[in-house]
């Protein structure tokens, strides 16, 4: 409506335009530059539609709070810019894709010439979205923790059982990634990418953290508890922890802690509620392949053509290295949906843990 009514010379159209869209973006984009629906890809694109008509009301002498509303779109491009990947794709958090019109680099660099470039350090947190990040000084390596509601309380749509989950990157290239999303209405992968087990977190005796159903429905939901993160130079720790839909006696909480010597350590405690079993997943980049390195040890081994990594488990009694599948024998699982449409196989390594009340249990990676 606003388009139209610049082009067309519609002034009862602008005048409704330009108040739909200012109320728009004080509502869907919050204080710390994110987008309510908690996905960066729609984040991308809500920000590349508010560009575009920001800067044709602006060249149209319309613009009435030009540093207000410039701060804040700056807001958005260094949000932005924390969810995209060193190779120029966006982190796949709830329902994201790599598609032609979102990439996120061309949309940072419109916003830095229609609204300036925001020159602060990057945030390690992101408090009202939900999520906290590290990146080392030359920027190749770097994690994304999702900590923060499913979506706005209103509107679930694109929301996924992925409290606690976490991208992460090793020399500049994917290590360890979130599934994304292969499609909508009717696709096969749908109820798979929504599901806890399409995330890097852990999923208790076969539950869900949140009720999702339908194609873009979510019902009773996880409840964020609280988030503490630290940070110093080549060290940094989160901690945050949730209540599952089914059970809120029942406390999760993870921490993920970045050591001086290079080695992450992501641990978990359960406490309350009456679990007994947990599964731990962490999803591979398709280019990354494992395997355990015994048949008397729980340590697996990672490479992307030269040794990568090890990631070993603390009090877990089984591991799985899973490969893509899907059909009516056996649910859909280990695929990475980097784009609509395309589904990649990959490797998912999986944990099974006996868990008992309030003892820690978790893994530890190691690069090689």
């Not at 004080?26 to 560009?51: C, I, T, V």
């Not at 709830?94 to 680099?105: F, L, V």
């Not at 300036?116 to 190749?140: A, C, H, K, L, Q």
């Not at 991208?167 to 696709?187: A, P």
């Amino acid at each position: 409506m606003t388009l139209g009514g610049l082009f067309f010379n519609r002034r009862r159209w602008l005048d409704r335009g330009e108040r739909l869209l200012w109320r728009e973006f004080e509502e869907q984009f919050l204080p710390d530059g994110g987008h309510y629906e908690r996905s960066p890809m729609y984040h991308a694109q809500a920000a590349a539609d508010l560009l575009e008509c920001y800067a044709l009301l602006r060249a149209f002498g319309r613009v009435a709070r030009k540093e207000e509303i410039e701060s804040k779109l700056r807001a958005t491009a260094r949000f932005l810019d924390a969810m995209t990947c060193a190779d120029g794709t966006v982190a796949l958090f709830n329902d994201s894709a790599n598609t032609e019109e979102t990439r996120p680099r061309p949309i940072i660099e419109s916003a830095a010439r229609i609204a300036g470039r925001d020159e602060r350090p990057m945030p390690p947190v992101f408090p009202e979205t939900g999520y906290y990040i590290w990146m080392s000084r030359d920027g190749g390596e770097k994690i994304v923790v999702d900590a923060g509601p499913p979506s706005v309380d209103y509107n679930a749509a694109h929301a996924h059982c992925d409290l606690l989950s976490y991208e992460l990157s090793f020399d500049g290239k994917q290590f360890i990634v979130d599934s994304g999303v292969h499609g909508y209405g009717g696709d096969r992968f749908r109820e798979y990418a929504r599901s806890t087990r399409a995330h890097n977190t852990v999923m208790f005796d076969g539950r869900e953290q949140s009720e999702i159903w339908g194609v873009f429905r979510m019902a009773r939901r996880a409840e964020l508890v609280g988030v503490e993160v630290e940070s110093d130079q080549d060290v940094w720790s989160f901690r945050g922890a949730y209540r599952p839909f089914y059970d809120r006696g029942l406390t999760h909480e993870r921490s993920v802690v970045r050591k001086a010597n290079g080695d992450w350590v992501i641990t978990d405690v359960a406490s309350g509620g009456s679990v007994t079993r947990a599964q731990s997943f962490i999803h591979l980049h398709p280019r990354v392949t494992a395997k355990a390195s015994g048949k008397e040890s729980l340590v697996v081994e990672c490479a992307s053509g030269s040794p990568l990594a090890r990631i070993e488990p603390f009090g877990a009694d089984g591991v799985s290295v899973i490969e893509a599948t899907e059909g009516p024998d056996q649910p859909e699982q280990s695929w990475y949906f980097p784009d609509f449409g395309v589904a990649c196989p990959a490797q998912t390594i999986r944990f099974d843990y006996s868990v008992k009340n309030g003892k820690a249990f978790g893994y530890r990676i190691s690069r090689q």
